[in-house]
């Protein structure tokens, strides 16, 4: 069964950084590449990094040089480092796999971030 944890999140003052973390269950998780996605109400959910088998990372303009992923596949888990954060990444944050083409996996409840002075 597949499943995505996601954790970290808070709240945290403009400038300031957090550490999410997503635990996942997933055969094969160290050749698929995986996604950190985010959210806010009355939006679409959008990619904001992934990173592959490789690993290639690839991030949305509005993170880069920002935001860091990472992946530790001993411990099926995705990293997201998120430095310099401004009130606009406030959302609900999700992982999953990210396989342009195909449906996402099951999604998870997600961590919310707040960014807020």
């Known amino acids: 069964q597949v499943q995505f944890v996601e954790s970290g999140g808070g709240l945290v003052q403009p400038g300031g950084s957090l550490r999410l973390s997503c635990a996942v269950s997933?055969?094969?998780?160290?050749?698929?590449?995986m996604g950190w996605f985010r959210q806010t109400p009355g939006k679409q959910r959008e990619l904001v990094a992934t990173?592959?088998?490789?690993?290639?990372?690839i991030y949305a303009d509005s993170v880069r040089g920002r935001f860091t992923i990472s992946r530790d596949n001993a411990k099926n888990t995705v990293y997201l480092q998120m430095n310099s954060l401004k009130p606009e990444d406030t959302a609900v944050y999700y992982c999953?796999?990210?396989?342009?083409?195909?449906?996402?996996?099951?999604w998870g409840q997600g961590t919310q971030v707040t960014v807020s002075s």
């Open positions: 997933l055969n094969n998780f160290n050749i698929n590449t």
């Open positions: 999953n796999r990210y396989q342009p083409g195909w449906a996402p996996l099951s």
């Open positions: 990173i592959s088998h490789v690993p290639t990372t």
